[in-house]
C-alpha cells in the first residue's frame, strides 16, 4: 500500500507539474486545489442529475447515465498500450532484478490498477455514491457489477496483448461465431411462429380475405404486446440483485483466475509441425506435384505459411456460416416433420457451409489462393511467352482441392450431427441422401470460389501496368468483374431462399413436392456451378 501511494504522489506531481510554474501556491497547496476542484465539480454534476432525474429523464436513463459514469472512467485502463506502461513504470529497469520478468510485469500491472484507482477516484466515486443513494441496493449491486467487468476487462485486455499472438485473434473468432449462432437462432424463432400462424391460417380460410383478416388481427395484436413492453422497459426491473452479484462475484473470480498467466512478453514462437490433415494433404500432393512447378512452388509456401497461420487453425473446420445454419436450425427442424423438407434444407445448408469453409480457407492463405505472391512475380510472368496460366490455375485447383475437403468434410459432418440429433436418426436418411447429391458439387465450388482472383490477375498481366499492387483485390475494377461472375450465384441463392419462405407460409408445395423441388434446385446449382467453371482456357 505504500508502494501503491508513493507512485500516486509521484504521478500526481508529474501531472500538475506545467501548472506549478504558473501556481503562486507550493506544490502539496496545489495539487490539494487541484483534486479538490475535481471532486466538486464532479459531486455538483452528480447532484444535479439525481435531483432533477424526475423532471428531465426516467428512472431507468438516471440509471444508465450514474452506472455510466462510474464505470467509464477505467474503461481506459484497460486500453493503455503495454508499451506506454513499461516506459511509465521502467520496466527495463525493473527486469533487472532476480525475480522473474513475469513475475515483476504482474506486480506492476497490479501496481497500476491500484495507482489508476485513486488518480481516478474524483471521476467515478460521486457517480457511484450517487446511483447507491437514489437507487440503493439495486445501484450498489450495479457499481459492483460494473467494478468487476472493469476489472476483468483489465486483465484479458493485458493477457491478450502480453501472453500470445493468437489470444485476440482466438477470442475475437469465439465472438463472431457465437454472434452468428445467436443471430441465425433469433432470426429463425421470429419466423417460426408466425410461419406455423400462416400455415394454420391457410388450413382454416385458404388464400382468402378471412386469411389477410385473420393474419392481420394477428400482427395488430403482436405489434400491441411489443409497444407495451417497450414503453414498461426499465419500469419493473426483472433483475435479481443475489443473481447480479454472485455474476459480479463470478467475473472478479475469473480475472483472478487469469491473473496468473499474464506474461511480460509474448511468444513469436511458430509452430514447429504442421497438423495431420495438412501433412496428408502435402503427401499426396508432392506426387502429384512433380509435373507442375507452380503447384511445388504453392506447397513450398503452404508449408511455412501454415506454420505462421495467424488465424487459429479451428477457424478452418468450423466456418462462421456452420453457426449461422446450425442456430437457425434450433428452432426450425423441431418443427419440421416432412422428410422431403428436410432433404430441401441440408442440400442448401451444406452448400453455404462448403462455400463458407472454402473462402476461410483462401482468407486464411492470400499468398496462395488470391494470387498476392504471383502479384510480388507480375515482371516474371510477362517475361514468359506464352504466360503458364492454365499451370497455374490447375495448380491452384489441386491444391484448394485437396487442402480443403478436411475442413469441408468436418464442418459437413457437424451439421449431419445436427441433424440426427434434432430430427432422429430415421431422418438422417434424408441428410444422407443430400449429401451424396452434393458430393460432386465440390469440385465446381473449388473453381467459383478462384474465379474472380484469377481473372483479375489475368488482366493485370495482360494491361502491362506498372502499378504497384499486392493483391488482385486492389484492382479498380475488382468489385466489378466479381459481381458479374457470381450475379447468377447470388440470383439463385435470392430466389431459392424467398420462394422457399412463399412456399412454406402459404402451403404451396405440400409432401412430395418439396423433393421435386429439392431436384430442381440441385439442377439449378449445377448449372450455375459449371456455368462459374468455365472460365481456365479463355486467357
Avoid at 47 to 57: G, L, Q
Avoid at 90 to 109: A, G, N, P, T
Avoid at 174 to 193: D, E, N, Q, T
Wanted: glycine content about 6%; proline content about 4%; hydrophobic content about 55%.
Amino acid at each position: 500500500m505504500r508502494l501503491v501511494w508513493l507512485w500516486y504522489l509521484q504521478k500526481q506531481r508529474s501531472s500538475i507539474a506545467p501548472l506549478q510554474r504558473k501556481s503562486p501556491f507550493s506544490p502539496r497547496t496545489t495539487l490539494l486545489l487541484l483534486e479538490a476542484t475535481k471532486w466538486l465539480i464532479s459531486s455538483a454534476l452528480v447532484a444535479v442529475i439525481c435531483f432533477r432525474s424526475t423532471m428531465m429523464f426516467r428512472p431507468v436513463v438516471t440509471m444508465l447515465i450514474l452506472f455510466f459514469l462510474s464505470v467509464g472512467p477505467l474503461i481506459g485502463v484497460s486500453l493503455e498500450s503495454k508499451e506506454a506502461l513499461e516506459r511509465r513504470y521502467h520496466f527495463d529497469y525493473l527486469r533487472l532484478s532476480s525475480v522473474r520478468d513475469d513475475h515483476v510485469w504482474r506486480r506492476l500491472l497490479g501496481l497500476h490498477y491500484a495507482v489508476s484507482l485513486l488518480r481516478l477516484s474524483p471521476l467515478f466515486l460521486p457517480p457511484s455514491v450517487g446511483l447507491i443513494a437514489k437507487f440503493g441496493v439495486r445501484g450498489a449491486v450495479w457499481i459492483w457489477l460494473g467494478q468487476a467487468m472493469v476489472l476483468l476487462l483489465y486483465v484479458i485486455s493485458h493477457m491478450m496483448r502480453g501472453s500470445t499472438t493468437r489470444a485476440a485473434r482466438v477470442c475475437s473468432a469465439l465472438f463472431f461465431r457465437m454472434a452468428s449462432l445467436a443471430i441465425g437462432y433469433a432470426v429463425l424463432a421470429a419466423i417460426m411462429p408466425l410461419l406455423q400462424l400462416s400455415r394454420q391460417a391457410v388450413r382454416m380460410y385458404g388464400l382468402s380475405l378471412s386469411y389477410l383478416a385473420h393474419m392481420d388481427d394477428y400482427v395488430a395484436h403482436w405489434q400491441q404486446q411489443f409497444y407495451q413492453r417497450m414503453a414498461h422497459l426499465g419500469e419493473g426491473w426483472s433483475f435479481s440483485s443475489t443473481a447480479l452479484s454472485l455474476v459480479g462475484a463470478g467475473f472478479v473470480l475469473l480475472a483472478l483466475l487469469c491473473f496468473p498467466f499474464l506474461r511480460a512478453s509474448h511468444s513469436s514462437k511458430a509452430m514447429d509441425k504442421l497438423y495431420s490433415w495438412q501433412l496428408r494433404a502435402i503427401e499426396v500432393l508432392a506426387v502429384r506435384g512433380t509435373n507442375n512447378a507452380i503447384l511445388y512452388k504453392d506447397l513450398c509456401l503452404f508449408m511455412r505459411k501454415a506454420k505462421e497461420l495467424a488465424k487459429p487453425p479451428w477457424t478452418l473446420f468450423l466456418p462462421g456460416e456452420l453457426f449461422l445454419v446450425a442456430g437457425a436450425n434450433l428452432p426450425l427442424l423441431a418443427a419440421v416433420h416432412n422428410g422431403a423438407i428436410l432433404l430441401f434444407l441440408f442440400l442448401f445448408e451444406v452448400y453455404l457451409v462448403m462455400t463458407g469453409t472454402l473462402r476461410a480457407m483462401t482468407d486464411a492463405f492470400p499468398d496462395i489462393f488470391q494470387f498476392e505472391s504471383e502479384m510480388e512475380r507480375l515482371l516474371v510472368f510477362r517475361l514468359l511467352s506464352p504466360p503458364p496460366l492454365g499451370s497455374l490455375i490447375e495448380a491452384k485447383w489441386t491444391l484448394l482441392e485437396r487442402l480443403g475437403s478436411y475442413p469441408c468434410l468436418i464442418a459437413c459432418g457437424w451439421l449431419f450431427i445436427e441433424y440426427i440429433g434434432l430430427s432422429g436418426v430415421q431422418r438422417g436418411v434424408w441428410a444422407v441422401i443430400g449429401a451424396i447429391l452434393m458430393l460432386p458439387a465440390y469440385p465446381f465450388v473449388v473453381k467459383r470460389i478462384l474465379r474472380t482472383d484469377y481473372e483479375v490477375f489475368c488482366l493485370v498481366l495482360a494491361s502491362g501496368e506498372q502499378a504497384a499492387l499486392t493483391s488482385p483485390r486492389d484492382y479498380a475494377g475488382y468489385m466489378l468483374i466479381a459481381a458479374g461472375n457470381h450475379s447468377f450465384h447470388r440470383l439463385l441463392i435470392y430466389i431459392t431462399t424467398f420462394s422457399s419462405l412463399v412456399s412454406a407460409f402459404f402451403m404451396l408445395l405440400k409432401g412430395w413436392s418439396w423433393a421435386w423441388y429439392s431436384g430442381l434446385f440441385v439442377v439449378m446449382l449445377y448449372l450455375v456451378l459449371w456455368h462459374s467453371s468455365r472460365y481456365a482456357r479463355r486467357m
